[in-house]
């Protein structure tokens, strides 16, 4: 019988599309693999190429078995193509094809639509790992070090998901496409990343928490509304995706958790009660937790640009087309077509903001930005005012009005507190810090980044996670020293 999840581990790419069969492709993707080796040495994680650190492997595209434990050098890691088992007889579930059989190939007239689409999220998963590049200097556990480093491998992985679709079924300019994805880089003042939130700096572990939790869960939604893509190989590589994506959010939902629980349990300690008694708790080397807050409001509000305007034709002929879905469209239950459909966003209206009905079409992004709210603020809830309720303190984290801090759509133009209250220029100025981690905020957080290194020991500031990686226990050597 074929084994449908097999891979083929034996040339230089595993991979489960039969690679071996394809020596076209197979040579273009063997001389990609040098530059992305050299994007990874030069812009991937600074230090620790050579140590030993205990990494997941994805072996098997099996939910339920699909990857193995084992010490490996980051630049050795096997970075796959891996697509999820094809579902037989699949059909496109919405817009205009909608009832008619995936593609297996691009269709012609979609072409340049759906390979933008790819490069948009092909360049997001190389800039994240150059983000986070220096923070491996500063860790606060080998636990989370090694966290660090899964999360980059896996983020080099779906660069290749997205590189094997350009050079497979994009010919020249895929190849072109592939190689310009390792060219830009995040930051650049020449060739900058092409979204916002993927050029701003992650300057400390507070940053990549919150970035994991709120930008990987845009990776999320995003990768959910490409798995519903009538383009068979697009949907089933994103489908993978999902499965590593899992641990990315894990990382910043239990990070900030374990955070907060160290905060609370020091306050405690100390006999404070008042979470905005900020000075003696600083002084107790935990991150206070209006802090924090002001980092989440940041990371929020930066996550919410990625969904692009509330209303965009880009987004609606990508449905029409049914190159991307919304989250969950297997589980809507309406026509799928949305033609004359409407769906409420919030927009300007004379100076206020105001619900109002527009075309379900244009208003995709806008949907999608509401499921991915709805899914944040239940992660909120459930990972952090739990820590914070457990540990008897009163405070709770909110997550700001989407019309706050705002440059991409409706709100860009204005400016409005957390609470969706619009303000002038001037207060905005005025408040800004009130709203915002300041430079003093930053400097503090800036001042207890301190690496430790010491098998089973954490910094002063967070708390050491319930459970080890894989049932290791807590002393365990997550990343093998030098010498
Ligand atoms: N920054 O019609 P609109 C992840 C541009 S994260 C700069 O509203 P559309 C990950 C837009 O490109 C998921 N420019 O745009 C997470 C357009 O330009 P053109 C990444 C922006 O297409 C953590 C123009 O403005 N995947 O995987 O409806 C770690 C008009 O806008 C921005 C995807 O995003 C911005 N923020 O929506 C690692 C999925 N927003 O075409 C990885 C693929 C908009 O007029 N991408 N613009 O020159 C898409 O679906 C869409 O391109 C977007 C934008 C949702 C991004
Ligand atoms: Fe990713
Ligand atoms: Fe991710």
């Not at 933008?116 to 636990?143: C, F, K, M, N, W």
């Not at 092409?194 to 572990?205: H, I, K, Y």
């Not at 800036?446 to 910094?459: D, H, I, N, Q, S």
């Given at each position: 019988m074929l084994d449908r999840t097999a891979v083929d581990y034996d040339g230089l790419i595993p991979n489960n599309v039969g690679l071996s069969a394809d020596p076209r492709l197979r040579r273009a993707l063997e001389s990609w693999h040098p530059s992305c080796l050299d994007w990874w040495r030069a812009r991937g994680p600074e230090g620790f190429q050579e140590n030993l650190v205990y990494l997941r492997t994805a072996v098997n595209v099996d939910p339920e078995g699909w990857a193995k434990f084992d010490y490996v050098k980051m630049p050795d890691y096997r970075w796959g193509i891996l697509l999820a088992p094809a579902v037989e007889g699949r059909t496109i579930s919405f817009g205009?094809?909608?009832?008619?059989?995936?593609?297996?190939?691009?269709?012609?007239?979609?072409?340049?639509?759906?390979?933008?689409?790819?490069?948009?999220?092909?360049?997001?998963?190389?800039?994240?790992?150059?983000?986070?590049?220096?923070?491996?200097?500063?860790?606060?556990?080998?636990?989370?070090?090694?966290?660090?480093?899964?999360?980059?491998?896996?983020?080099?992985?779906?660069?290749?998901?997205?590189?094997?679709?350009?050079?497979?079924?994009?010919g020249r300019d895929?190849?072109?496409e592939a190689e310009d994805l390792l060219r830009r880089f995040s930051g650049d003042r020449d060739t900058p990343r092409?979204?916002?939130?993927?050029?701003?700096?992650?300057?400390?572990?507070l940053a990549l928490f919150m970035f994991t939790f709120f930008t990987d869960r845009d990776g999320k939604m995003q990768l959910h509304a490409l798995a519903q893509s009538g383009f068979d190989p697009l949907s089933r590589t994103c489908r993978f995706m999902l499965?590593?994506?899992?641990?990315?959010?894990?990382?910043?939902?239990?990070?900030?958790?374990?955070?907060?629980?160290?905060?609370?349990?020091?306050?405690?300690?100390?006999?404070?009660?008042?979470?905005?008694?900020?000075?003696?708790?600083?002084?107790?080397?935990?991150?206070?937790?209006?802090?924090?807050?002001?980092?989440?409001?940041?990371?929020?509000s930066l996550t919410l640009d990625l969904f692009?305007?509330?209303?965009?034709?880009?987004?609606?002929?990508?449905?029409n087309a049914g190159l991307k879905g919304r989250y969950l469209e297997d589980q809507i239950e309406d026509d799928h077509r949305?033609?004359?459909?409407?769906?409420?966003?919030?927009?300007?209206?004379?100076?206020?903001?105001?619900?109002?009905?527009?075309?379900?079409?244009?208003?995709?992004n806008m949907r999608l930005r509401d499921d991915?709210?709805?899914?944040?603020?239940?992660?909120?809830?459930?990972?952090?005012?739990?820590?914070?309720?457990?540990?008897?303190?009163?405070?709770?984290?909110?997550?700001?009005?989407?019309?706050?801090?705002?440059?991409?759509?409706?709100f860009a133009a204005i400016n409005a507190d957390p609470e969706g209250g619009l303000l002038s220029a001037a207060e905005w100025q005025r408040r800004h810090d009130e709203f915002l981690?300041?430079?003093?905020?930053?400097?503090?957080?800036?001042?207890?980044?301190?690496?430790?290194?010491?098998?089973?020991?954490?910094?002063?500031?967070?708390?050491?996670?319930?459970?080890?990686?894989?049932?290791?226990?807590g002393n365990f050597e997550y990343v093998r020293l030098l010498g």
């Open positions: 205009a094809h909608k009832g008619e059989p995936a593609w297996q190939d691009v269709p012609g007239e979609y072409r340049a639509m759906l390979r933008r689409l790819i490069v948009v999220q092909g360049d997001t998963e190389p800039a994240s790992v150059e983000q986070q590049r220096h923070l491996g200097a500063t860790a606060p556990s080998l636990y989370d070090l090694r966290n660090l480093f899964q999360i980059n491998v896996e983020e080099a992985r779906h660069l290749w998901a997205m590189v094997y679709l350009l050079q497979k079924y994009f895929g190849r072109e092409l979204l916002g939130a993927f050029n701003e700096a992650t300057p400390d572990w499965l590593e994506e899992a641990h990315h959010m894990f990382v910043g939902q239990s990070g900030i958790a374990r955070v907060i629980d160290r905060t609370c349990v020091a306050m405690r300690d100390a006999g404070i009660d008042d979470p905005y008694d900020i000075e003696p708790i600083r002084a107790l080397g935990v991150i206070d937790l209006p802090t924090i807050q002001k980092r989440a409001n940041l990371h929020f692009g305007n509330e209303i965009s034709t880009n987004a609606a002929n990508a449905f949305l033609v004359n459909a409407t769906y409420p966003v919030l927009r300007m209206r004379d100076g206020l903001i105001v619900p109002d009905q527009a075309p379900a079409l244009a208003a995709l991915y709210v709805a899914d944040a603020s239940s992660a909120v809830e459930r990972w952090w005012n739990r820590a914070i309720a457990r540990n008897g303190i009163e405070f709770a984290i909110h997550l700001p009005h989407v019309a706050f801090n705002r440059h991409i759509g409706e981690p300041s430079a003093a905020d930053n400097q503090f957080v800036a001042g207890l980044m301190r690496p430790v290194y010491e098998p089973g020991r954490f910094a002063s500031w967070i708390s050491p996670p319930p459970a080890g990686i894989n049932g290791m226990p």
